[in-house]
């Protein structure tokens, strides 16, 4: 049995993995020669890692996981501790850590585990058809590849997603610009073993610590889309919006540089039911593309792909199978991209009156709350 699988990214990688682990064998098509991650970091969560334990990657989180053993919210103008945590208890009670990690590293060390020269890169897949046989993928390039199925990790604007859902999508502007990369670890800025943030005015600013000495941090400001913004004026743009913040975030952007920073306009899709047609499978980003508010959608991409090893271990009927899949993951997705979506708003003055609540309640929090939502989220996954 061969899956054809499309794209490269963390959704490509794992799902490739767990297809292994079930005798499946894959070809796996990038569109792009090299790939240049969006975004310098990501929290993988302890849902997450877990997946990657299960993949046989789980390696990768141990040398890429940065020390990130307590959770603190200041606040942003006066500098002010709201709420110190240690996480230690979230730990023990889900039975794996948090691993924040460099996003170039781990896309990096998931295609050399599978073998680079394995991978099929500059393949830009243009179309797919598919009958009772098997699936056929037309690339940009001229070329053609058959399948006894399509695994469809190509992202947020994913060419097969209309195909399987029947209709096109629209991508909804979340509301806010997200400026992100990374910085030598400095405990002016905030301590090396603390995900801490900054709130005020609706606005936000994030640290965490990754592997190799380095603060992983994001800027988040509301502000209409399609602002003539670019590296010229990052940094100003950055002094201009935390203006009158504490020293530590003033200390942040006079250590960022402009060249590497990433400056993002947050994005998701409405969420839908179907993930799967026949022989053709949407997973990760092509299947439920969700704001990064809570941090789960490349750790939801993991659990698809554990998730759809677990179908195809119980019956090796593909379309059997990937109903399997679309069932199992339907409602958890939709869940979570909605989750993410609330989070959002409240993080983000959407409605500065509920904006200001909650930061009236992370003053009053003792880290049980937050504790309890993090929990909830990560245990929904497969293997809790
Ligand atoms: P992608 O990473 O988009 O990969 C898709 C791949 O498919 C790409 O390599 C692309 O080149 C390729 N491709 C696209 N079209 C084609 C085609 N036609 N033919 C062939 N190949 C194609 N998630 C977390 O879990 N934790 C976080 O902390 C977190 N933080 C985030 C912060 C930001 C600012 C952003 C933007 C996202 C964040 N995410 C986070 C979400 C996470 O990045 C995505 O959910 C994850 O990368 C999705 O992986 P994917 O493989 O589905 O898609």
Redesign the pocket.
Known sequence: MKALV???????MSTAAALKQQGIECEI????KE?KP??AA???WSN?VKCMNHLGMGHIMDSLGGPMHNLAYHDGISGAVMTQFSLRPLVESVGERPCPVSRADLQSQMIDWWGRENIQFG???EKVEQDDHGVTAYFTDGSVATGDMMIA???????VREHVIGFQTERRYAGYV?W?GLVEINEDIAPADQWTTFVGEGKRVSIMPIAGGRFYF?FDVPLPTGLEEDRTTLVSDLKGYFKDWAKPVQVLINAINPDTTNR?E?HDIDPFDTLVKDRIAL????AHS?T?DI?????S?LEDAVVLGQCFAKTKNIQSALKQYEEKRRFRVKDLVLKARKRCDVTHGKNMQETQAWYDELRQEKGDNIIAGLHNTIVGGPLA
């Open positions: 499309i794209g490269a990214g963390i959704g490509g098509f990038e569109a792009v790939i969006v975004g990501l929290s993988i997450g393949k830009r897949l990790a190509d992202g947020a604007r994913s060419v997200n992100n994001f993002i947050i997973l990760g980003d092509s969700t990064p941090g789960q959608g490349g750790c991409a």
